[in-house]
């Protein structure tokens, strides 16, 4: 893991989430939290996008389909 808290890869993230967290990367998980990400009337989805950005949520998504694709 690098030293920014922030993750800037799939492997960084995913460290942060199941190690980190302790989350399991499951699929019913991944599938919330896509779903979630994708609701912009989501109240945590707007607060994301105002500390990080719509280019980071967008990063995040990636790497929720990726680790989709995984599981």
Not at 20 to 33: D, F, N, V
Not at 39 to 63: E, M, N, P, R, S
Request: charged fraction near 25%; include cysteine.
């Amino acid at each position: 893991m690098t030293d920014s808290i922030i993750p800037k890869t799939y492997e960084d993230w995913k460290h942060c989430i199941t190690v980190e967290c302790g989350l399991e990367l499951t699929p019913e998980y991944i599938s919330k939290r896509i779903s979630s990400l994708n609701d912009g009337k989501d109240h945590y989805t707007q607060q994301f996008v105002k500390i990080y950005g719509q280019q980071y949520l967008d990063q995040v998504i990636a790497w929720f389909t990726q680790a989709q694709k995984q599981a």
